[in-house]
């Protein structure tokens, strides 16, 4: 299954890891405290809020924000240090993350848009700074498994 990365709907796809798990509704109504209707309602929203999905997460048993982090890796610009700015020392109080781990799904994603010619390798690169050695070796590595 090709997974949109760029456009989440995130209720389409708590809906549909409902269906995969086979949760009764009666069940997601006394998780959440909510009404049938308003679980519907959720399952017809594009986004909501932090907390509501970190319940579904729990419930689903499903991390849901890893489908953002993915998009995050795949189509936010690269930070470029300016010598004129503070320190990262000095100016972050976040935890840090490291941006090009990438998971099965995001490498998926990269290798079915190469294998049906959607994309080149080149344009996979520059678009979504992979670097090329990386995708070479996602296609040396899955086309060898899958033979």
């Not at 991390?63 to 993915?70: E, G, I, N, V």
């Not at 010598?83 to 941006?99: D, V």
């Not at 520059?126 to 990386?134: G, Q, V």
Request: charged share 30%; hydrophobic share 35%.
């Amino acid at each position: 299954m090709k997974f949109d990365f760029k456009n989440i709907h995130i209720g389409r796809c708590i809906k549909n890891r409902v269906e995969e798990e086979g949760i009764s509704i009666s069940r997601i109504c006394n998780f959440h405290k909510t009404t049938l209707n308003e679980i519907y309602k959720m399952y017809e929203e594009e986004s909501m809020d932090v907390e509501v999905l970190l319940q579904w997460c729990k419930l689903l048993k499903y991390d849901f924000f890893r489908m953002y982090s993915q998009h995050l890796i795949l189509f936010s610009p690269e930070i470029r240090s300016d010598s004129n700015t503070r320190t990262k020392a000095e100016t972050i109080h976040l935890p840090q993350f490291r941006k090009n781990i990438y998971t099965k799904q995001v490498v998926e994603f990269i290798l079915e848009l190469i294998n049906t010619g959607e994309k080149t390798t080149l344009q996979i690169a520059e678009e979504y700074k992979i670097p090329k050695t990386t995708l070479y070796k996602w296609i040396t590595k899955y086309s060898n498994n899958e033979r």
